[in-house]
């Protein structure tokens, strides 16, 4: 039987951070969907990949409620998980991926997805990426970044990042050429409207761990129709 899809509220207290602690443990479900478990990272260890990283929240049905302190009533909001992911520019393959809790910083999770993919060529990230440890992690990784610019950066400041200069040089001598490279990024929002379109963008399961593992169970059966639909490509 479906589960019911009531939008009234839940009986949580507390909090929205507080909802339930993060689960950092993989289930068996999360290793079998894990792309350096299966064909999909081996096939894009063959060649220099031109990837690009983005974040994304899928509802759940429930709401949460807290009692807010400084207005001295109960609020409210729809609760949901992030989605972080990295994705192949050229295939639209999700390529290395993570659910958290809703607060997560984005910049936070790139070091642990960067370590899925076989062999980086080009990471395209937004303004929330921008930082000197984003760009030498992107290098570590034998990769170069073309992140957003933001409007107050106008010196280099490499402060011994030799990535966030070499980017800087770059967006400084041909900012249209850095900007038809970095706007590739564009194609990881595509991925994941496409997900959200085609298996929804709302989780059903009650407890936690099972929305995390039905998030994945979305991404896995995307993987799997791009696989499916490129024949020649992967096959």
């Known amino acids: 039987m479906a589960p019911h899809r009531s939008q009234g509220p839940s009986r949580q207290d507390g909090p929205p951070e507080g909802d339930e602690p993060p689960d950092e443990e993989l289930s068996r479900l999360a290793e079998l969907l894990h792309p350096r478990a299966g064909i999909l990272w081996e096939k894009s260890k063959k060649r220099r990949l031109i990837c690009a990283i983005d974040s994304t929240g899928f509802s759940i049905w429930r709401y949460v409620r807290w009692l807010s302190i400084a207005h001295g009533r109960r609020k409210r909001r729809k609760d949901f998980l992030k989605l972080h992911f990295i994705v192949d520019c050229k295939s639209l393959l999700i390529l290395s991926f993570k659910v958290t809790s ?66 800087l040089v770059m ?14 990024r564009s194609l990881a929002e595509t ?17 936690r761990k099972g929305q995390k593992n039905e998030l994945r169970l979305k991404v ?16």
């Open 102 to 167: 809703p607060f997560r910083a984005d910049s936070r999770q790139v070091e642990e997805l960067l370590k899925f993919i076989g062999s980086l060529g080009r990471l395209c990230a937004d303004k929330a990426y921008l930082s000197r440890k984003i760009c030498d992690l992107i290098a570590k990784h034998g990769g170069r970044p073309y992140i957003s610019i933001k409007r107050n950066v106008v010196r280099i400041r490499a402060q011994g990042s030799k990535a966030w200069r070499e980017m």
């Open 171 to 184: 967006w400084r001598r041909s900012r249209k050429l850095y900007k038809k490279r970095y706007h590739r």
């Open 191 to 207: 991925a994941v409207s496409t997900v959200k379109r085609r298996f929804d963008h709302t989780l059903y399961s009650r407890k």
């Open 220 to 235: 896995l059966t995307y993987n799997l129709s791009i696989v499916a639909r490129l024949p020649a490509r992967f096959g």
